[in-house]
Structure formats: structure tokens, C-alpha cells
């Protein structure tokens, strides 16, 4: 069974009242919700908290969800609007990006690759903290979920043409904020943080 309706049956069950079928999609999709959280709001313990808060919201809402969407489409859409509505709260509170670690093992083979590597995806992170919030939550879901324009179109309520629009001047504010600060005025896999 492919996984968009094993999703929609999961669903379902849920519906019925068969709480392990809502655990089933709690653990496939956790760690997608908690990367949306963590890199729209650079805390791991308010990541954790919003992976509850998602999918105590998606469970009371589960009667409201549209089986011919991809379910995990749904999820970052309640996570994509619980976070802008977290940074709204706490505006002008960001982290320091020294508190937090951006350690990844590296195939490189010198000390110094690695550290360049780090300094970059330390760059691209504060760059992307810089974006307001709406820029940040369509970055976040085209470049570290993969979505389409289309979903997330669905998933934040906007029409492709601003999803577009906004994606586009958010990779222009973090091109311009890394040249600011010296660094690569490029960013893919490379060096997104991960």
C-alpha cells in the first residue's frame, strides 16, 4: 500500500477511535514536524514543545483533514502556522547562534574543510533567522521539506504566485545578508545547515 493512503486509512482509524493508528503517524511524521520547528525557530526545546502542540492540534482537528492532500502536507501546514505564531510572540527574542552546535560528521578529510563547511551553514542559519517570519516559513518547506509551490500554497494559505514571489526575495535577503557578512552568497545542500 503506498504511503498517501495507508496514510488516509490510518486516519481513519483514528477517527474510530483506534489510538494506535494516530501513533503510527505520530512517530512517521515527528521528525518532520520537529525539523520544520527547529529551523523556523532555532530552539530545540521550543521544537519539541511545537511537535506536541502540532499533533495535539492535528488529533482535535483530524475529522478536518482532506485525504486527497498528502497528510504530512496538512502536518507542516498546522506547524508552519503554530511557529509564525510563536516568533510573532517573541519578537526581537532570537537566539545567539553561538548557543547552539551545528556539528555534523564530515566526509571531508582536513580539520579545516570541516570548519568552512560549519562556518557556512552557521551563515546560511543566521541568515535564514534574519527573514521575516512568512519568508522563513516558506524557505523552511521549499528547501529543507521539499515541497512544491503548490503544497505549499496548500499548506500556508497563499497562492503559488506569492509563494513564488516570496521565495524568491527570501533567497535574495539571504544572498544579500551572506555577502554582508563575507561569506558564500550561494546556499544549497552544501551549505544548509542540516
Not at 482532506?66 to 507542516?76: E, M, Q
Request: aromatic residues 8%; charged residues 30%.
Amino acid at each position: 500500500m503506498d504511503q498517501p493512503a495507508d496514510d488516509a486509512a490510518l486516519v481513519r482509524s483514528a477517527l474510530a477511535g483506534e489510538q494506535a493508528a494516530f501513533a503510527t503517524l505520530v512517530r512517521r511524521y515527528s521528525g518532520a514536524v520537529f525539523n520544520q520547528a527547529y529551523r523556523m525557530l532555532n530552539d530545540v526545546h521550543e521544537a519539541e514543545d511545537a511537535v506536541q502542540e502540532v499533533f495535539l492540534r492535528a488529533y482535535r482537528r483530524l475529522d478536518t483533514y482532506d485525504p486527497t492532500r498528502r497528510l504530512v502536507t496538512w502536518l507542516l501546514s498546522i506547524g508552519s502556522n503554530y511557529c509564525i505564531d510563536r516568533l510573532r510572540r517573541r519578537r526581537g527574542g532570537w537566539l545567539d547562534l553561538d548557543e547552539v552546535a551545528f556539528w555534523m560528521p564530515s566526509a571531508e578529510p582536513s580539520p579545516e574543510s570541516s570548519a568552512l563547511r560549519d562556518e557556512r551553514r552557521q551563515a546560511v542559519q543566521r541568515a535564514l533567522q534574519r527573514l521575516p517570519e512568512t519568508y522563513r516559513a516558506v524557505t523552511v518547506l521549499r528547501y529543507w521539506h521539499d515541497l512544491s509551490y503548490l503544497e505549499i500554497a496548500e499548506a500556508t494559505g497563499l497562492t503559488e504566485a506569492t509563494v513564488k514571489t516570496r521565495l524568491h526575495r527570501a533567497r535574495k535577503l539571504i544572498a544579500e545578508a551572506l555577502e554582508a557578512e563575507g561569506g558564500p552568497t550561494r546556499w544549497d545542500a552544501e551549505t544548509s545547515p542540516s
